[in-house]
């Protein structure tokens, strides 16, 4: 009976090892070798320039080769759908929501991940202009000579462009004599800066996170919610895969999945992308300072053939 007993112990303790060895096996397991490159799409935001940054800091210290290609938001969908693109990290919502529909309906893309609460984004003005009585889109039309009867957007084919075109096309809020600028981020500052050093007026897309909230003094306009969401514009950001990415490549897209971002943090590593610096120097210098977020990132997560990943970022950058 004691013989037994022992017998029972030893094959409960190998079973007990098995378990435990077959449940570590999948922690471990690497990707495969057709997952080393990876393709992101960048709009030509600076948000999304940034957080693309972050990615390829810490998939270039887990091993894996990312590609991010400057495509316009159509383009880059139509890219997604083509499977020329594995990852997009910048799919707002709800003023991406016609595109979400078309993708969803061709079975192209899957969410990953829900990368960033607390955003907004919509029509602002500077805020001696609002001083002057210009706090709603309804008080555009009025106060038209002030703004040349101009609203400056971003690139061409962006959503908020065309929901603002449709607007003047309807003639919503009284301007249909307006007109729609597109020309990109960069530009449409430009244009924010020179008119607000002039002391003028200018209408224009604005959006947290940017830098812009603190280099200029702004003023969100209300009444645009049909077209851009309630709380001016309020709006959260998901992490889109091509469909089929995640299950070919599970363990990059588990990073993806635990990727998450701050307002706060997106508005730094934005000012140091705008002041000069490059995305993946600022993306790295902003994790040294803040290693505390690998932590949840890189949970489960291993490098591409199969080691701890926390422990191989941590190292490639210094920590």
């Not at 393709?39 to 991010?68: F, H, K």
């Not at 960069?186 to 020179?194: F, G, N, T, Y």
């Not at 003023?219 to 889109?240: I, K, M």
Request: one cysteine or more; glycine letters at 10%.
């Amino acid at each position: 009976m004691h013989q037994n007993k022992s017998m029972t112990r030893l094959w409960l303790g190998g079973v007990a090892l098995a378990v435990s060895m077959g449940l570590a096996a999948p922690a471990l397991a690497a990707d495969a070798e057709s997952c080393k490159t990876i393709r992101l799409s960048d709009p030509g935001w600076t948000d999304i320039t940034a957080t693309n940054g972050v990615a390829s800091v810490l998939l270039e210290a887990l091993g894996y080769q990312p590609e991010v290609k400057t495509l316009a938001v159509p383009i880059g969908y139509q890219s997604m759908k083509n499977g020329e693109i594995d990852v997009f990290l910048g799919n707002w919502m709800p003023a991406q929501q016609a595109f979400i529909d078309d993708l969803n309906a061709a079975k192209a893309v899957e969410v990953l991940n829900r990368n960033l609460e607390g955003a907004k984004f919509t029509l602002a003005v500077p805020t001696t202009s609002a001083e002057k009585g210009v706090k709603d889109f309804a008080d555009l039309e009025k106060h038209g000579d002030d703004f040349e009867r101009t609203i400056y957007g971003i690139e061409p084919g962006a959503p908020a462009n065309l929901n603002i075109q449709k607007m003047i096309d309807a003639g919503e809020f009284g301007l249909k004599d307006w007109k729609l600028v597109e020309s990109g981020e960069q530009a449409m500052l430009s244009q924010v800066e020179r008119a607000t050093k002039e002391g003028k007026g200018v209408v224009f897309l604005a959006w947290a996170p940017h830098p812009m909230n603190e280099r200029f003094q702004i003023t969100y306009l209300s009444g645009g919610d049909a077209h851009f969401g309630p709380n001016y514009g309020g709006a959260e950001v998901y992490t889109l895969a091509r469909t089929g990415w995640s299950e070919s490549c599970p363990n990059a897209a588990g990073l993806f999945k635990q990727l998450k971002f701050e307002v706060s943090m997106e508005n730094v590593l934005m000012g140091e992308i705008l002041g000069g610096k490059d995305s993946k120097e600022a993306a790295s210098a902003w994790l040294k300072a803040n290693p505390a977020v690998l932590e949840s990132w890189l949970s489960g997560v291993t490098t591409l053939d199969g080691k701890p990943g926390a422990e191989a970022v941590k190292t490639s950058l210094g920590l």
